[in-house]
C-alpha cells in the first residue's frame, strides 16, 4: 500500500476543506487544486459553464499521506482476503487469509470498507449495485483543459465520460460502461479519438487503468450494515450516480462510521445512520440528476429553459475559487 486505484481523485468542496484543514501537503494535490466542471452533451451540440467546483486529488500521493497519518499502534495487513465472519453472543470472529495462511481475529465491530466487491456486504444478505466497467487513461498532452469536463452521449455510453486536468501537460480522460458490455476497449479508443479531436489536443498515453465501479440507482442500493457490521466507502453504495464521484463518500463515510462507534458503543448503527443522513440526501438528488440528465431531450429543454446549471448546483452548491486555489 498504497495501490493504483481507478479513481479520477475528483474531491467534493466539504472533503477538499478537510484535508485542507488537516494540514495535506501540497503534492496530494493534482493542477490545478480546484477548477470549475463544465458540461458537454454531444447529442444536442451543448457545452454548459456550471457554477460549482470540485477539489483535484492526485489519489495514490492522497492514499500515502492518509497511510502516513496512521498512529504507530495501527497494523496494517496488505494482501490480506476477507473469508467471512460469524456473531455470537456480542463477538465477532472475522476469518481472513494473509501471507497463504488462514487466521483467524475476533473483534467488537467490523466495518467492511472492501469497496465494489462489497463481500462483507453480501454476506449481510444485502446485494451490491449494478457495477459498471471504467477505464481511464493518463496521457501527456500538447493542450490541458484548464475545466473538469464533464461528457454525456448515450450514443458512446448510457453511464459518462470525464476529462480533467491533472498537471501542466497530463490530461486525465475516462470512460464508464455499463455492465455485459463486450467491447468497451474499442469503444474507449473510439471515445479518446473523439475528445482529442472536439476538445483540440493530442495525448501520448502515460498510464491505462480499469476496474470495477458501482452506480446506484435507487435509494434501495443504499446500505449501511447491520448489528455491529458497518459499512463504508463504496461498499455503503455511496457513488454519486451523476458524476462517480466515489472517494469523497469513502473518506466521509470511513470518518463517520469511526465516530458512530465513538459516541454509542453498545449500538453504534443508528447513530451511524444518522450522522450519514446528509450524504445520503446528496447521493439521492445525484440519482435524480443522473435520470433526468441522461435523457437528450430533457437537457434540450433544460438549455433552452437556462436551467442546466440550476439543476446541477442541487448536487454541489456554488462557490467561488480565490487565487491561491489556482
Not at 465491530?109 to 451490491?128: K, T
Request: proline share 6%; glycine share 10%.
Amino acid at each position: 500500500l498504497p495501490r493504483r486505484k481507478t479513481c479520477a481523485g475528483i474531491l467534493v468542496p466539504e472533503l477538499y476543506a478537510k484535508l485542507r484543514s488537516l494540514g495535506a501537503p501540497g503534492k496530494v494535490f493534482a493542477q490545478p487544486a480546484r477548477a470549475f466542471a463544465r458540461a458537454h452533451d454531444w447529442v444536442n451540440g451543448l457545452i454548459v459553464p456550471t457554477p460549482y467546483w470540485f477539489g483535484n486529488a492526485d489519489r495514490h500521493a492522497l492514499d500515502a499521506w492518509l497511510l502516513e497519518r496512521l498512529p504507530d499502534e495501527i497494523d496494517v495487513a496488505e494482501r490480506t482476503h476477507f473469508r467471512g465472519f460469524e456473531e455470537q453472543d456480542g463477538e465477532l470472529t472475522v476469518y481472513l487469509s494473509h501471507g497463504g495462511e488462514s487466521h483467524t481475529v475476533r473483534a467488537r465491530y467490523l466495518i467492511g470498507a472492501d469497496g465494489a466487491a462489497g463481500n462483507v456486504r453480501l454476506q449481510l444478505g444485502a446485494l451490491m449495485p449494478p457495477q459498471y466497467l471504467c477505464v481511464q487513461e493518463f496521457l501527456r498532452a500538447d493542450l490541458v483543459p484548464r475545466h473538469l469536463e464533464g461528457i454525456v452521449d448515450e450514443r458512446l455510453t448510457p453511464a459518462y465520460i470525464w476529462v480533467f486536468p491533472k498537471a501542466e501537460d497530463v490530461v486525465l480522460l475516462g470512460a464508464a460502461f455499463p455492465p455485459g458490455t463486450r467491447d468497451a476497449r474499442a469503444r474507449f479508443e473510439h471515445i479518446k479519438a473523439l475528445i482529442q479531436e472536439r476538445l483540440g489536443f493530442h495525448g501520448e498515453l502515460l498510464r491505462r487503468e480499469g476496474g470495477q465501479i458501482i452506480i446506484p440507482r435507487t435509494s434501495r442500493d443504499l446500505y449501511f450494515g447491520e448489528g455491529d457490521v458497518l459499512l463504508a466507502r463504496e461498499t455503503t453504495g455511496l457513488v454519486s450516480a451523476h458524476t462517480g464521484d466515489g472517494i469523497s463518500y469513502a473518506v466521509l463515510t470511513g470518518e463517520l462510521a469511526a465516530r458512530a462507534i465513538d459516541e454509542d458503543h453498545e449500538a453504534p448503527l443508528p447513530r451511524y445512520r444518522e450522522l450519514v443522513r446528509d450524504q445520503v440526501q446528496r447521493a439521492r438528488r445525484a440519482m435524480w440528476l443522473a435520470r433526468v440528465l441522461h435523457r437528450p431531450g430533457v437537457r434540450r429543454g433544460l438549455q433552452w429553459l437556462g436551467g442546466i446549471a440550476r439543476a446541477v448546483s442541487l448536487v454541489s452548491p456554488p462557490a467561488s475559487l480565490t487565487e491561491e486555489d489556482g
